[in-house]
């Protein structure tokens, strides 16, 4: 079996395209950590900026379980 035979059967649906130079893997919105990662850190920024200083490192130095709901 193949990766996209088991994408296939994993998820319903075919989320791997044929491209030019490649593959494409498409997601749905909230399925990318990046995405959260991006907000997290522009929360953390938004509190640098407004002087909270003690909430911005904290927020930059919190745990990933803490910023995606993971468990260790």
């Given at each position: 079996?193949?990766?996209r035979q088991v994408l296939r059967t994993a998820t319903?649906?075919?989320?791997i395209s044929?491209?030019?130079r490649g593959y494409a893997l498409h997601v749905e919105p909230g399925e990318l950590d990046l995405n959260d990662?991006?907000?997290?850190?522009?929360t953390a920024s938004e509190a640098f900026?407004?002087?909270r200083y003690p909430e911005a490192a904290?927020?930059?130095l919190t745990r990933g379980d803490e910023v995606f709901g993971t468990r260790r």
């Open positions: 079996m193949n990766l319903g649906g075919d989320r044929r491209r030019e990662f991006h907000r997290f850190a522009a900026a407004a002087g904290r927020r930059c």
